[in-house]
């Protein structure tokens, strides 16, 4: 018979590796995080000695409090695997800390994430006077935990009568109407995030129709290259928007940035000369030359980056404020000793401001992009508990066009597509934490539950352990047989040593390569 199991033990090695030719458990142990390979038979640092049996060892979690009580003690010695036999170990793996992502569903575009222009996936036209449909799907652990079901959510739109001579409507009436009716909806409006992004010049640039109780309302909230150019030797300087310049003609409605701020022309005009440049930061209209301008808050800025000479990112470093719908906001780019880069910035309304073209033709283009947001409850330190619900699932969105009684598969509706797979996040530090308190509790070190009492007796403190940070997970498995086994079955022991880092420990790492390839046992460092 074979019983498949495992005896887990965790180390927290988020402080020095210890590496010495005379240290021993007892005199390295004595930091909290501190950790390092012995020798099995007399605890002194292997110092990368190899063919020899071993411990993995790690400071105790109360390195100074030997004693709970006038009786209780031996808290304060250091945690020690099992004797490891380098022959024995089947496997080392290093698990990565990965950053979670949201799910991202784009209808009516097929591109648009990061710096990727946004693009119309077709050339759909909405009827007037027609009711169009769409289901959207809410999958995963939080909706389960909410619904005790996956949770769905059928949003419609009415076009409106036809007028004279009219046969169709401007296809980002129909977003902003999917948009705000998933808004308004209780059931989902917790799980989504809608943005519309609307074009009328055929897709060269886009602005963004967001919630009216959004915080990005007036900001620049992505910017797209269209153009990479070519033949930088370092990244250009980005400029966003149109900088105000001397003797020049404004209409009334631009806006202008100088010297981080933002202005909007009130009277249109011709600006003064060298030195009328406007500078207030008031809400008094303030004129250069013929040309009045008002404060309207800060300019966007942002940074560029280059693979190779080619300009491939750029970060947005201030989204700056006051940006109005009229027109569009330019981006341009100096020096770097290069050229052709091109781009525009996408600028977030309210979708109440947005206004329908009542003559809709090619050139109007528009899309949904539904992002996932759900976020879970989570509570502090001082009230923490290791049974407390912990969940990082992401939920996973699903979009569909359908007819009025709901059916997608023979309906040929608007295209929807998956900016962004939902993908699980690790090595997070409330995994961390809880996995190191039940070892802990194996060795029978006591970790209250009871806030009150753990205020009491030893603080809120949860080990050091940040549960906002990510962290590494090293683990070693390794076999001790038993050779004679009367119960017939499978007669090895198994244990997963799994050490805690903050980063990677790269001499760690080295050490254990080394006995590894001393062992000949054809194992070597797996990354996850």
Known sequence: MYFNHAFKKVFLGTGTYQKSGAGTTAGELTTVGNFGLYNASTFVNLNATTGTNFIIAASSLNPTNDKIGPYHGGYAESTKSKTINPKYISSFVKVVPKTATNSIVAVGLTAGLNNVPYAACSNKTYKCDKTYYLRVDIKGSPAMRLFNRNAYYVADYYTGC?????????PGAVMVGWAKSLAEDPRINQFINPVVYASTNTGASYTAYVNPTSTNIGKVIEVKITNGGTGYSSAPTVVIGTQFAATTAYALNDQVAYLGNLYTVTVAGTSGGSGTAPVHTNSTPVASGTVTFAYAGSSATATATLTSTVVTGITITTSGSGYTASGNVAVTFSGGSGSGAAAYAVKAMSWTSFVEDTTPDASNKAGLVINGAYVDTKFGDCSFQPTDHFDKE???????????????????????????????????????????????????????DDPRIRE?????????????????????????????????????????CEVITSTVSATFESDMAAILSAAGNGVSLQTL
Request: hydrophobic share 35%; with cysteine; charged share 15%.
């Open 162 to 170: 036809c007028a004279t001579g009219q046969t169709s409507v401007d």
């Open 394 to 448: 992401p939920i996973k969105v699903i979009a569909a066009e359908v007819d009025q009684i709901g059916e997608v598969c023979t309906f040929s509706g608007t295209c929807v597509t998956e900016l962004q797979v939902a993908k699980q996040g690790e090595g997070f530090g409330e995994t961390v934490l809880r996995d190191l308190i039940l070892s802990e509790r194996y060795m029978q070190n006591h970790w209250n």
């Open 456 to 496: 009491i007796l030893n603080g809120n403190a949860v080990f050091g352990v940040n549960r906002n940070n990510s962290y590494y997970r090293y683990m070693v498995v390794h076999n001790v047989p038993r050779f004679n086994n009367p119960s017939s079955m499978f007669d090895n022991d198994q244990y997963v």
